[in-house]
């Protein structure tokens, strides 16, 4: 269930860089199509003129034989200049998609002015695999990103013993902070995660008093980034630790 802001913006940065990537214009971003159930799924939404259309298809064209590819570019040709719009948004008529190439809608309308039906229908597969290829990476990058902003199992990070007393360090279920507006800390996460199998789940830091088993200070460190292998000294937030230290301290000393 995707109840954390911080992963709904890592997933759409994810799909916005991949369309940025495959030579999607600007005018193109991703939507969810239902985060509280399938996270990770998303289609594109936004329009294009007809030269943007026309730009695009010489872009994605390129890997293809030249005969393919010719007849794209003819279809594209003969709608720059005009009027056409191609429009793309999610499917919107069922909740439950049972594929996710199911949630991309993309039309031309008025498309017979300018081409053949079958000149249209193959330039909006074309364009709408393009899509589908780029959904289908981030529906499965997804699986990463969710699993590296929950608890592990076991979720114990760091157990220290200073006499009475024992500092836990523990993954825990919370919210960062990130939001769709950060996107370069999105892309740093994002390329931590995916790269180099980064963690990014808060972190609780517990000061447990053994004598008396009661937990007197705690505090969520967020935004966190580490690394496999990596050493608490790498990672421990100095300012939480201390915040979760003076408020033991202010349980221990009488008012």
């Known amino acids: 269930m995707m109840k954390n802001k911080t992963l709904n913006a890592l997933i759409l940065r994810h799909g916005d860089r991949m369309l940025r990537q495959a030579g999607w214009p600007d005018s193109i971003d991703m939507a969810p199509v239902a985060p509280e159930t399938v996270p990770g799924w998303l289609a594109a939404c936004g329009s294009l003129r007809g030269a943007e259309i026309l730009a695009l298809t010489e872009q994605l064209c390129q890997p293809l034989t030249y005969g393919r590819a010719a007849l794209l570019l003819a279809s594209a040709r003969r709608l720059a200049g005009t009027p056409a719009r191609l429009h793309l948004?999610?499917?919107?008529?069922?909740?439950?998609?049972?594929?996710?190439?199911?949630?991309?809608?993309?039309?031309?309308?008025?498309?017979?002015?300018?081409?053949?039906?079958?000149?249209?229908?193959?330039?909006?597969?074309?364009?709408?695999?393009?899509?589908?290829?780029?959904?289908?990476?981030?529906?499965q990058d997804a699986k990463c990103i969710v699993a590296a902003l929950v608890p592990s199992d076991p979720p114990r990070l760091m157990d220290r013993r200073f006499g009475d007393w024992r500092l836990l360090a523990e993954e825990y279920d919370h919210d960062n902070w990130l939001?769709?507006?950060?996107?370069?800390?999105?892309?740093?996460?994002?390329?931590?995660?995916?790269?180099?199998?980064?963690?990014?789940?808060?972190?609780?830091?517990?000061?447990?008093?053994?004598?008396?088993?009661?937990?007197?200070?705690?505090?969520?460190?967020?935004?966190?980034?580490?690394?496999?292998?990596?050493?608490?000294?790498?990672?421990?937030?100095?300012?939480?630790?201390?915040d979760v230290v003076k408020e033991a301290r202010a349980v221990r000393t009488p008012v």
């Open 89 to 139: 948004f999610p499917a919107q008529e069922y909740l439950h998609p049972e594929r996710l190439s199911e949630c991309q809608k993309i039309h031309l309308p008025y498309a017979q002015e300018w081409l053949m039906a079958a000149e249209c229908d193959d330039l909006l597969a074309f364009l709408k695999a393009s899509l589908a290829q780029i959904a289908e990476i981030v529906r």
């Open 179 to 242: 939001d769709e507006a950060e996107t370069d800390r999105l892309d740093q996460v994002l390329d931590a995660i995916l790269v180099r199998g980064a963690r990014f789940c808060p972190v609780l830091l517990s000061l447990v008093n053994e004598r008396e088993e009661n937990i007197e200070g705690a505090d969520v460190i967020t935004d966190l980034l580490r690394f496999p292998g990596e050493p608490a000294r790498r990672w421990l937030d100095r300012r939480v630790l201390r």
